[in-house]
């Protein structure tokens, strides 16, 4: 296809493609009349699982024992996230594994 006829059709089928998408009702009315664009969104970000040392996150939110092996989630509070040993209140370092507790 020679670059002219390229231009020729690419002028035509974008003509189209605009008078199609004025033609849609509510398409392109966004932001219309007031001067500013339409506010993006973002995405929340993933609330995070708890999850098992062994297999992973779990699909219950509230889990704090794992439903395939039963062992205590990293995550469940007042329990150390390395190897899963109840802390003692206001503990900086598990006293089971001596790994620092997130504070």
């Known amino acids: 296809m020679s670059d002219g006829d390229y231009e020729a059709l ?15 009702p ?4 966004e932001g219309r009349g007031t001067g500013l664009a339409p506010a993006v969104t973002r995405p929340s970000s993933p609330v995070p699982r ?3 040392p062994t297999h992973g996150p779990r699909p219950e939110s509230d889990a704090q024992f794992c439903s395939e092996c039963g062992s205590r989630l990293a995550s469940a ?6 190897c899963g040993a109840a802390l003692e209140r206001d503990a900086r370092y598990c006293h089971s594994c001596g790994a620092r507790v997130a504070a």
């Open 10 to 24: 690419k002028a035509k089928y974008t003509a189209e493609a605009l008078a199609a998408l004025r033609a849609e």
């Open 26 to 29: 509510g398409i392109g009315d």
């Open 50 to 52: 708890p999850g098992c």
């Open 77 to 82: 509070p007042g329990y150390c996230a390395r």
